[in-house]
Nanobody, 127 residues
Framework: QVQLVESGGGLVQAGGSLRLSCEASGRTIGSYAVGWFRQAPGKEREFVARMSRSGISAYYADSVKGRFKISRDNAKNTAYLQMNSLKPEDTAVYYC????????????????????WGQGTQVTVSS
């Protein structure tokens, strides 16, 4: 089983950038597809981005497309979420997650598809 630890969150002004990291331990992150989700206060958890095991395929929520970029470095056992042009509505706790199962295009945005989760990192964007 893999353990995931997010870092890189913080307070940033609107228009700014942050890079979140998701470091894996216990097993190689290359064994998993990796997703990022977020949850704002009073709202349901929502899908942000996902990258395949190989790093070839990436999926994004419409709300972040063109502003966020997911990447991974399997040699460093770490995945990343580069967030640019941040908006106040991006404020949330961000979670990384690992999917050990086979690829299912219908379920890439579904949280229940992921088997392991980190503890989350807070991102706050001020206006």
């Amino acid at each position: 089983q893999v353990q995931l630890v997010e870092s890189g969150g913080g307070l940033v002004q609107a228009g700014g950038s942050l890079r979140l990291s998701c470091e894996a331990s216990g097993r190689t992150i290359g064994s998993y597809a990796v997703g990022w989700f977020r949850q704002a206060p009073g709202k349901e958890r929502e899908f942000v981005a996902r990258m395949s095991r190989s790093g070839i395929s990436a999926y994004y929520a419409d709300s972040v497309k063109g502003r966020f970029k997911i990447s991974r470095d399997n040699a460093k056992n770490t995945a990343y979420l580069q967030m640019n042009s941040l908006k106040p509505e991006d404020t949330a706790v961000y979670y990384c997650a690992a999917d050990a199962g086979p690829f299912d295009p219908v379920r890439v945005r579904v949280g229940d598809s992921y088997d392991y989760w980190g503890q989350g990192t807070q991102v706050t964007v001020s206006s």
